[in-house]
Structure formats: C-alpha cells, structure tokens
C-alpha cells in the first residue's frame, strides 16, 4: 500500500476502482488500526454508496480477527450532500438539527407552489420575455422555462461558493402563513450584476434561500455551500471536523465542482490523508458543473510535491482485446488535461478472449428504422430461446446471454421509442433503466394521468410539440391531448394492444377512483354504492373518511392505484407484463422523489404531481427504482445513465449527424446574472470545446461499457464526424465494418 499522505488513482474502465478504494480503507483499519469513524468516503450517487459499503465490509472481514468487529462502524461512506448536512448538523446543531436534505423533485414542487407570491419568479419571467423579444424572439419565457433556467443560476452560484444572503433580522415564523413575508426580507449580498434579469434573479434566489430555511430544507448544491462558509468562517468548527478525520476517499473526482474541491482542501489541509480516484476520460458531468480541470491541477500538484503520488490503474478486467483496444484507440482522439497522461488500457482477464472479428463492428443504415430493425434480429441471434446464442464467460463457467446482458445506449433519448418498437415486434420486452424515456411509457403515463386526476389537475401546460416536455411525451406516446381522462382511456387501450390483461372496466374504476380520493381530500365521502364498484378494499375504505387529512403519501397513493388496476395480472405469461411493472416500480421511486421530508399537505400534492411531470420528463432516473418483478429484457439507455454499469453486449445507436456529437455541445447558454461574478464563474467551461472533447469522453464511456460484444450503427445520408473517425478504428482492430 502507498505510504503517500495524498494519492491520486488514475483508474481506467473495468480496472476494479470500487474494490481499490475498498481495500485501501480496509488496510487502513485492519493493518494500519486507523479507527472506523476516523475514514470517510464520499461517493457520486447512493447507488454507488451501497456498493462500497458492501465491499468495504467484505475486505474489513477478511483482515479482522475472530471475534473481532468486522462491521463498518461510524464510519461515513456515501454522497457528498449527506456528510455536509450530518456536519452541519453537529457542527451547528442550533441551527441546522432538524433539517433535511431536499432532492431534485420536491425541490421543484416547493418552487412551483411559491413562484408567485413568495419567490416572485413572475417577475424574472417577464424580465427574460422582454430580454427575449428585444433580441427579435417571437415568444416569451414560459413558466417551465423560467424555473429551469432561475435553479441552474442558482445551483451555479452555489457550486462556485459566489452565492450568499442575508436573511430577515426575524426569527424564522412558526407558521406557515407567516413565512412569505419573512422570504420576502432576505436580501442578495453577493453582485450578481444590473439589468432586469439579472436583478429579478438575485431577488428571487435571496427570498429562495430563504425559503429553504424557513421550511428547514438545504438541496444539494446549498448543503455544499453552506458547510464550506461555515468551515471557512469559524476555524474552530473547522479544527473539529479534521480531528474527527484520518483520510479522505473520494470517488469519481473527475467530477467534481469548486465547491466541493473547496470542501476537500478544508478537510484534508496539511496533514490529513487523501485518497482521490478517478478517469479524466470519463468526465462526462460537465453540463452539471463537474469540472475536469480541478483532478488536472491536483495531478500537477501532487506530481510536483513530496508527500504526493499518482498511481495508474490500467488493467482491464471487464472486456475483450478487441473492445480494449477500439476504446484506447479512441481514447487517444481526447485532449490531454493538465498534462494528465492517459495510459492504454491492458487486457487483464485471460478467459475473455475474443472469438470472432464480428463480435465487435460498425455498420450504416439508410433509415433509422431499418438500423433499429437489425439491432432487434441482431439480439434474437445473441439470444435464443434453443439455448443456442451467444455465450459469456463467467467466474462460474460459460453460459448463455440473457436478455438482461444487452444494452442500447443512446447519446440522445429523443428516438429511443423508435428501439424499443423494433424489439417488440420481434417479441422482445424491452426496459428504460434510467433516464427521462420513462414517461414515454404508456403504463407510466397511465398512473401519472391516476394521480393528477387525485390532484385535482385537468391537464399540463407545455408545447407538445418538443419531445423533452411531458405534453410532447404524451403526445408522442399515446397521441392523446394531456387531459387526465384522454390520457388513460388512450393508455388502456394502448396496453392492451399490446398485450397486457387489462379488465374491461379498469378505465372507469380508475376515473372513478380518482375522482373519489379527491373528493375525500376535500372532505366529501364515497358513497356505499360508488365504493361497491370499486374492487380494492383498502382504497375503498380510503375514500370512506369525512374529514379532510392533514396529510397526504403520495406514495400510498399511487400503491392504491396500482391494486386498483390489478396490475399483477399482468405478468402472466408476459414478458411486456413483466418490463411493465418494472417501468412502474421506476415510477415508483420518482413518485417518492417528489415527497417532501416531514409531510405533504393537501393543498401540496396538486404542485408535486406538476414538479414530478415536468422534471421527470427531462430528468428521470431509475438507477434506485425497486423492482417489483425480476424482469427479462434489454435496457435502453442514455449513456450518460449507463455510467458505472458494464453488458456482455452493447448496441450503441444512433452515431449521426447533430446528434453525436450534438450539435448543442459547444453551444454556451446565458445565465440570469452578470457582471463581475462572470470573471469567477466561467460558463466556457459548461460546453464543448473545439475538439468536442467532452463529446469524446462520453463516447469514450459508451465504449468501454461492453464486455464481448460491441456494435456502433448510424443512419441517414449525413455522417457524423464521430462515425467518419470511428468506423476506421473499428476496422484497424479487426472488427467488422459495413457501410
């Protein structure tokens, strides 16, 4: 093990770094007696989390003695976010004790409900209409637009540490009536700039901050910024936190923001231990912030002093020669950071070889349709009912692909139907395991219009005519308006066209049952007659009550929709049952996204439903989804959501001409501030550059996802600029070509 205070891992692709970074910290403990709570281990997501952990304790039990505690102890290993909000709450305990942590869906619901009176966004809004019509644009901002744009300025600010407010000189009110008013006090601090965009901005972020605290939230990016103010301010608070730290493990620090690099200097300083790891190559998180550039400079800075080392991992235990070497070969198009180097990959694991030149390739195709129609028959060749597919070795021996071991992977999810309609036909259950094409779902879409309908919500606002708002999802999907009841009478009869044993009267007991939780929500019964008619007991004696609840669960909401519609008929003799219900244990875990911690007041849950459709539509994920079935299909997936994860067989689809590169990368979109804080906030840095290497990495990714099998397609009379360097690569290793 390194004797180095501070070490930077360079792990390439299927190098094993989670099992690295584990074993280090057990060696930490069992060899070197470093206690368990002195050790902390940020992670990028909770999935990742969990998987250290386990690995962790698993090298733990193998260096502890009989009878000893092999347990993890105290020690923190997770997410960033969460360490900053356990510290804030022992470091500041008045102040911050019972606070929770706000995700990304509840965060929206909480801005929709105060856009107006406490945030006042209209006013940003109209300042951004007036901005863009001046420029010669024909429509204003929308609302949607607006919220989008206004919580990336404020996550922004708050990711560079440039954001900060001063709240009312008022105790935070009891009451939830009193709160707009003391919102409305706080004031902006920092300068972010004239004009009216950027002053109805700062307004609107000062009374937004405000608003977290009096509802004693902090998202993501304020947990951040605040423990590094309150670190920076107060050094005694600060001493007590590096006592409580030997080493910090910090996992995919190729993105990684300002703020949070800040927060890993105040916590290692100069005597603290410091293990990074990461791959420059596999910075794909630009367009969140992530910035590549700080692992760049750590890696000058630990090359150039005493108590640093950089320690390359370039063993790849995941692919084939052949994959490998493609994915060095195009590795080698990416532009160097910081002098960072970026070493070959080399073939690590004996048993997988390569058994045929087919195995990898490229190939054109006229259409994309005839491109998706011969992934499909290409995936019921790697797997046959017969037994008589493809094959993958395994630590237990070879076997035959399953459906599960394939993947698509996708630059953009804007086509990702025209995929999943070509497996289907060909009698292959196909899943979206993370990104916004759940909710081209029809069975998502269906309990999405269940759960309006409870809202009280008649229908969505947005241009149906984009393919990233819920409306053009709908529209796209069932080719119904976004009135709740088109859109489950369009989804009913769309399933079961397909299939699924839907009952025949399952439309009108679920109109019926939504109409009845709403009603109850306002305090009116059900009827013994209208209850008679429906068939789940629990939902029935739900509507039942008289008086209006305090509280609401979405999440008990939705279970009583899903009995009410007998959705575990549907698995039956049905593999399309199956990946159903697997869509829907995703909708699950966004549903429970838009929970706020503590309660959701009744009059909460109409804006939660809005914020779930219109940030789901672009942003959801299922990497935590339960699955409510073990489903047999093949993912489809952006590649982006595809990090991390590893197939025996990859289809990356779709390399033309716009849309990889996308013809949005290089593009630099304006922020609501200006002035000086631009010199410090560098937006150059959220796009591409010249050489598309953000792009590169990505593909990079993709790449380097696939075990044995591995084909890159295309369509259209256009060439991407990707595909014209790729195909050459492909045929230089010795894959197939076809154009």
Not at 619 to 631: D, H, I, M, Q
Request: aromatic share 8%.
């Amino acid at each position: 093990m390194s004797s180095a205070r501070r070490r930077l891992v360079i792990a390439g692709a299927g190098s094993g770094k989670t099992e690295v970074m584990a074993r280090r910290v057990a060696w930490r403990v069992g060899v070197e007696g470093a206690s368990k709570e002195s050790l902390v281990a940020f992670t990028f997501t909770e999935r990742g989390a969990e998987e250290m952990k386990f690995r962790i304790r698993a090298q733990i039990e193998r260096v502890t003695k009989p009878g000893e505690d092999a347990t993890l102890g105290r020690m923190y290993v997770g997410t960033i976010h969460g360490y900053c909000l356990a510290q804030l709450r022992a470091l500041d305990p008045d102040s911050y004790h019972n606070y929770d942590i706000l995700d990304e869906g509840s965060r929206l619901a909480l801005v929709q409900k105060g856009y107006h009176f406490i945030l006042g966004l209209r006013a940003l809004q109209q300042a951004l209409s007036d901005e863009r019509k001046a420029n010669g644009g024909n429509f204003g901002a929308s609302q949607t637009e607006t919220i989008a744009l206004f919580l990336k300025g404020y996550d922004l600010l708050n990711e560079y540490g440039e954001l900060h407010v001063a709240l009312s000189g008022r105790p935070i009110p009891p009451h939830v009536e009193d709160e707009g008013e003391w919102c409305r006090e706080a004031t902006m601090v920092s300068d972010l700039g004239e004009g009216p965009v950027s002053e109805a901005f700062a307004v609107s972020a000062a009374r937004f901050y405000a608003y977290l605290r009096c509802r004693r939230f902090l998202d993501f990016s304020t947990s951040q910024a605040e423990l590094v103010q309150l670190l920076e301010r107060d050094f005694e608070k600060l001493r007590v936190l590096r006592e409580q730290v030997d080493e910090l493990v910090v996992d995919e620090v190729q993105d990684i923001n300002p703020i949070q690099d800040r927060l890993i200097r105040l916590i290692v300083g100069d005597d603290r231990r410091l293990t990074a790891v990461g791959d420059h190559r596999q910075a794909i998180f630009a367009w969140r912030g992530g910035r590549v550039d700080i692992m760049g400079d750590l890696y000058q800075e630990l090359n150039a002093g005493e108590d640093g080392e950089i320690i390359e991992l370039a063993e790849n235990f995941r692919s084939t020669t052949r994959v490998i070497d493609l994915a060095n070969a195009w590795a080698r198009t990416i532009g160097l950071v910081s002098g960072m180097a970026s070493p070959d990959m080399r073939h690590a694991r004996e048993s997988r070889v390569d058994l045929d030149p087919s195995h990898v390739g490229a190939r054109s195709f006229a259409q994309r349709a005839d491109e998706a129609a011969w992934i499909a028959k290409t995936v019921r060749k790697l797997v046959r009912d017969d037994g008589n597919g493809a094959l993958q070795d395994t630590p237990d021996g070879e076997r035959g692909l399953s459906l599960t071991d394939i993947a698509i992977l996708l630059r953009s999810s804007t086509d990702a139907r025209t995929y999943e309609r070509a497996l289907r036909a060909v009698g292959i259950p196909a899943v979206f395991r993370a990104g916004p094409d759940v909710f081209l779902q029809p069975e998502v879409l269906l309990f999405i219009a269940v759960l309006a309908r409870m809202a009280g919500i008649d229908g969505f606002m947005g241009n149906p005519n984009r393919s990233d708002t819920f409306p053009g999802r709908v529209q796209t999907a069932l080719g119904s308006s976004t009135d709740p009841e088109d859109m489950i009478r369009s989804a009913c009869a769309i399933l079961r066209g397909e299939g699924l044993p839907l009952p025949g009267d399952v439309e009108e007991r679920l109109l019926l049952a939504s109409e009845l939780v709403y009603e109850r929500h306002d305090g009116t019964p059900a009827t013994k007659e209208q209850r008679a008619r429906l068939h789940c007991r629990s939902l029935a004696n739900y509507v039942s009550g008289r008086d209006k609840p305090r509280r609401l669960f979405p999440q008990n909401l939705y279970q009583l929709a899903l009995a009410e519609a007998e959705v575990g008929l549907w698995t039956r003799d049905s593999l399309r049952g199956q990946a159903a219900l697997f869509q829907l244990g995703t909708l699950s875990s966004v549903v429970k996204g838009i929970e706020t911690p503590g309660w959701t007041p009744p009059g909460d849950f109409r804006y939660q439903v809005i914020a779930m459709t219109n940030w789901g539509a672009r942003n959801a994920r299922s990497e935590e989804a339960p699955l409510l079935v073990g489903e047999d299909a093949v993912t489809i997936s952006t590649i982006h959501a595809a990090k991390g994860l590893e197939y025996s067989a990859v289809f990356l689809a779709d390399v033309c001409a716009r849309r990889f590169p996308s013809q949005l990368a290089r593009r630099v979109d304006p922020m609501p501030f200006s002035g000086e804080v631009l010199d410090r906030v560098d937006l150059a840095e959220l796009a591409d550059n010249a050489n598309y290497d953000h792009e590169r990495r990505l593909m990079y990714v993709a790449l380097t996802r696939a075990e044995r099998y591995l084909f890159v397609t295309r369509s259209g009379n256009q060439t991407s600029r990707f595909a014209r360097e790729l195909w050459p690569l492909v045929d230089s290793v010795g894959g197939a070509v076809e154009d």
